[in-house]
C-alpha cells in the first residue's frame, strides 16, 4: 500500500482559501436579496455562484496537490473540469436557494442533502482526475462519514447564510461564520482523503499521459481562485458603497418631497375631485370652526342641505359623464352666488351643503331661493335640455343646534322635508320635523338586545397578496339581520352603538368572534392566514383594551402577528401623544396595527414616522377613478412609496374592476380588497370559496352591501 504524505504550506492554503470561500458566499447572499432589480439580482446569483464555486474547489484541489505519494501525480483535465462544474452547480443552487423569502426547514434538509451531494461529487470528481492504475481502493466507512460532513456542512452554511442575508457586510458579522464553514468544508475534503487506498504497484495514468502536471498546477489555481475571489469581494464592496450612496440621495430626494406629498395628500383628501370643493371632512372642520367663532362673538350661522331633483335620471338617460358635467355646472353656478366667505361643499352624489352666515332668517331664505331659481330656470349643460330641480333644508345655529353632527341631520330632514312638500323649494327645520327619536330609541333597546344573539354575525371580505396571488386572509364586517326590518346597514346602527356607549360591548364580541373563527381556519389548514379587525374610535380610546385584546389571543391561541387592528387615522389624531402610547403597546404585544382610509384624513407625517403601524389601508376614494384620474395615480404612488419608505405594507381597498388590480399591482401594492376579489360573505362560504389556489369573484346574493361596510364606516 503507496503512503502518502501532506505539504503543510499547501493545508494551510487550502483552509485559508476554504474560509475565503465561505466568506464570498455569506456576502453574495446578501447582494443576492439586497439587489435592486430582479436582473441585478439574477447577475449576482450567476457571478457569485461561480465565484463561490471556484473558490469551494479551488480549496479541495490545492487540498489534493498537498497531498503526496511516492510516484508522479497528475490530473486529468477533463475530470478536473467536470469536478469544477459539479462545484459551481452547488454554489449556484445554494445562493438561489438562500435567496428566497422563506427557508422551511423541509426545503432546507433537501437542499443540504443536494448541495452535499453535489461537494461530495467535484471532491470524488477530482479524485477520479489523477486516473489510477489500479483504481483507488476506498474505506467505506470514512466515504460515508465524508459524506454526513458535507451533508452537515451544507446545512449550517444554508442556514447561516440564509440568517445573515439581510445582514449588513461588517467583519463581526461574517468572520466567524466564514471560519467555521471553512473548517467544515476542509473536514470533508480530508475525511474524503482519508478513505483513499492506494495499492503498492498504483501507478498514475494522468501524470503517465497527457495530464495537467501538479507542480505548477498548485500555484496557478492558488493565484487565479485567490484572485477571482479577491475580485468579486471588491466588486461586490463597490456595489455595495454605490448602493449606500444611492441610497441617501433617495432619502434626501425623499425628505425634500415628503412635505409636497403630504401637502399633495391633503389636498386631495379634503377635496372632492370631480368640482373641487371641499369635502365631507373638511366641511367637518369648517363647520366646527363656524361653531367656535359663533360662540365667542355670539353670530349665527346656517347649514343649508341641497339635494337634486331628478339627477338619477339624468344619469340613467344620459350617462354618468353628462351627470358629472351637470354636477360642476351646479357647484359653478351656486358659488356665484354665495359670499366670499361663506362654504360650499359636496358630499358626494348630487348632495351639496353650504356653511353661511346670517345676519337674520330672511337673508337665508332670500339665498335658497335664488339658488333654487338658478338651478331650476336656466341651461346648465349646454349641449342637453336638462330639466333639474333641487331641494334644500336649513338649519341655524344656535337656533337649532350648536353641535356639528346635529346641525347636519336637522337640516338633513328639513331637505327630505322640502322633497316631501313637492320638491324645487326648501324648508327650515322645525321640531316636529324631528319624529325620529323614538325610532332611534326602539332600534336601540333592539340593538342592545341582539349582542350575544345570532342576529348580529360576522361576514368576511378577503384580502389578496399580490405577490402570491392567494389569499392572505380576512377581514371581519360586522352584521345585524334585525328580526322586523331585516339587514340594518352598519352605518346606521353603529353610529347609534357609539352615541349610546354600547360600542365596546359590541367591539369585545367582534374582536372575539373573529379570534375564534381565525382559529377554526387555522386548524383547518390555513395557519397563514390574518384577521383584520375595524377598531371603532370609542373603543380603541377604552382603558382595557389592551387587556382585552391580551386576552383573547390567549383564549383562542392566536399568533400576536396574524391579528390585525385597523384604526382610522383621524382617529390616531384625536390625542396623538395618548394613542401613540396605546399602539406602541399593542406593536409590543405582536399585533398589526394597519391605518385604515388612508389620505383622507389629516394626519401629520410627523407622526406617522412614530407610528408603529404595520399596514396603509389606501380609501377606495383615490381606487375608484384610477382608471381615468392621472391624479389618482400620483397620490397612489405617494402613498405606496411613503408606507414602503417607513417599511409598511399598502393595503388598496375598493377593488372593483380588472384595470384597478392592474393599476394597483403596477404601483406596487402588497394587498388588494374588493368586490373584483370577493364579496363579504360568512365564514364556511369564505372558507369554500378561499380554499381554491386563487381567489375567485363571489356575487352576494340578495342585497348589496356597501364597500368596506365595517363597524367604522
Known amino acids: 500500500m503507496l503512503v502518502g504524505n501532506y505539504t503543510s504550506w499547501l493545508v494551510v492554503v487550502s483552509l485559508l482559501v476554504a474560509i475565503l470561500a465561505s466568506f464570498t458566499a455569506l456576502v ?5 436579496t439586497t439587489a435592486t432589480t430582479p436582473k441585478q439580482g439574477q447577475l449576482w446569483l450567476l457571478g457569485g455562484g461561480c465565484a463561490m464555486g471556484l473558490g469551494i474547489w479551488s480549496m479541495h484541489f490545492i487540498g489534493m496537490l498537498a497531498f503526496r505519494l511516492p510516484i508522479p501525480l497528475g490530473y486529468d483535465a477533463i475530470w478536473t473540469t467536470v469536478s469544477l462544474l459539479a462545484a459551481i452547480a452547488s454554489s449556484i443552487y445554494a ?12 426545503r432546507l434538509a433537501f437542499g443540504a442533502l443536494l448541495m452535499g451531494a453535489g461537494i461530495a461529487s467535484m471532491h470524488y470528481l477530482g ?14 466507512g470514512w466515504v460515508l462519514l465524508s459524506l454526513v460532513i458535507a451533508v452537515a ?7 447561516i447564510a440564509f440568517r445573515l442575508r439581510h445582514h449588513d457586510n461588517r467583519l ?13 468544508i476542509v473536514g470533508m475534503h480530508y475525511t474524503g482523503m482519508a478513505a483513499a487506498r492506494f495499492p503498492a504497484n498504483s501507478i498514475c495514468g494522468a501524470a503517465a499521459g497527457a495530464g495537467l502536471h501538479s507542480q505548477w498546477l498548485a500555484t496557478l489555481v492558488m493565484i487565479l481562485s485567490i484572485a477571482i475571489l479577491g475580485v468579486v469581494l471588491l466588486v461586490s464592496w463597490l456595489d455595495q458603497r454605490m448602493q449606500a450612496q444611492l441610497l441617501r440621495l433617495r432619502n434626501q430626494d425623499l425628505r425634500s418631497s415628503l412635505n409636497d406629498a403630504h401637502a399633495e395628500l391633503s389636498q386631495a383628501a379634503l377635496h372632492d375631485p370631480l368640482t373641487r370643493l371641499p369635502n365631507r371632512r373638511l366641511l367637518q372642520q369648517h363647520i366646527e370652526s363656524a361653531l367656535i367663532e359663533a360662540e365667542q362673538r355670539g353670530s349665527r350661522f346656517a347649514v343649508m342641505f341641497m339635494d337634486l331633483d331628478g339627477f338619477k335620471q339624468v344619469n340613467d338617460a344620459y350617462g354618468h359623464q353628462t351627470g358629472d358635467a351637470l354636477l360642476v355646472a351646479v357647484a359653478e353656478r351656486t358659488s356665484q352666488l354665495l359670499r366670499a366667505n361663506d362654504v360650499l361643499a359636496r358630499l358626494g352624489g348630487d348632495e351639496f351643503v353650504m356653511v353661511v352666515n346670517i345676519e337674520g332668517d330672511e337673508d337665508v331664505a332670500a339665498l335658497a331661493s335664488r339658488i333654487i331659481n338658478a338651478i331650476g330656470s336656466s341651461r346648465l349643460v349646454p349641449s342637453h335640455e336638462l330639466q333639474v330641480t333641487a331641494s334644500i333644508g336649513i338649519a341655524i345655529c344656535p337656533d337649532h343646534a350648536a353641535t356639528e353632527r346635529h346641525l347636519m341631520g336637522y337640516a338633513d330632514s328639513a331637505m327630505y322635508q322640502a322633497k316631501e312638500a313637492g320638491r324645487n323649494g326648501f324648508a327650515v327645520f322645525a321640531e316636529w320635523m324631528n319624529d325620529s327619536a323614538e325610532q332611534q330609541f326602539r332600534l336601540l333597546a333592539d340593538l342592545r338586545s341582539a349582542i350575544g344573539t345570532d342576529q348580529l354575525f360576522l361576514h368576511y371580505q378577503p384580502k389578496l397578496s399580490v405577490a402570491r396571488h392567494t389569499v392572505a386572509g380576512a377581514e371581519a364586517l360586522i352584521r345585524w339581520k334585525h328580526p322586523e326590518q331585516g339587514l340594518i346597514p352598519p352605518d346606521r346602527f353603529i353610529r347609534l352603538a357609539e352615541r349610546s356607549g354600547i360600542i365596546n360591548e359590541i367591539g369585545r364580541w367582534a374582536l372575539n368572534e373573529a379570534c375564534r373563527q381565525l382559529r377554526q381556519w387555522h386548524d383547518a389548514g390555513h395557519d397563514n392566514w390574518t384577521m383584520s379587525v375595524n377598531l371603532s374610535p370609542i373603543q380603541f380610546s377604552a382603558p382595557q383594551l389592551l387587556n382585552e385584546v391580551r386576552d383573547v389571543l390567549a383564549r383562542h391561541r392566536i399568533e400576536p402577528r396574524r391579528l390585525i387592528l385597523e384604526i382610522t387615522e383621524s382617529t390616531v389624531m384625536r390625542d396623538t401623544e395618548t394613542s401613540l402610547r396605546l399602539l406602541q403597546a399593542l406593536a409590543r404585544l405582536g399585533v398589526g396595527i394597519s391605518i385604515d382610509d388612508f389620505g383622507t384624513g389629516y394626519s401629520s407625517l410627523l407622526y406617522l414616522k412614530r407610528l408603529p403601524a404595520s399596514e396603509i389601508k389606501i380609501d377606495h376614494a383615490f381606487v375608484r377613478e384610477l382608471e381615468n384620474s392621472s391624479e389618482d395615480v400620483v397620490i397612489v404612488s405617494a402613498i405606496v412609496a411613503l408606507g414602503h419608505a417607513l417599511d409598511m405594507d399598502i393595503v388598496a381597498e375598493g377593488v372593483e374592476t380588472a384595470g384597478q388590480r392592474a393599476y394597483l399591482e403596477r404601483l406596487g401594492c402588497d394587498y388588494l380588497q374588493g368586490y373584483l376579489l370577493g364579496h363579504p360573505v360568512d365564514p364556511v362560504r369564505f372558507k369554500q370559496l378561499h380554499d381554491l389556489p386563487r381567489p375567485r369573484i363571489e356575487v352576494a346574493a340578495g342585497w348589496k352591501e356597501p364597500e368596506g361596510g365595517d363597524f367604522l364606516n
Open 153 to 159: 456542512a451544507s446545512w449550517v452554511a444554508l442556514f
Open 28 to 32: 453574495m447572499a446578501n447582494r443576492i
Open 95 to 106: 445562493l438561489w436557494l438562500v435567496s428566497r423569502p422563506t427557508l422551511p426547514h423541509e
Open 172 to 184: 463581526r458579522h461574517r468572520v466567524p461564520p466564514a471560519i467555521l464553514l471553512g473548517l467544515a
Open 127 to 140: 479524485m477520479a482526475a489523477m486516473r489510477m492504475q489500479p483504481g483507488i481502493d476506498y474505506h467505506l
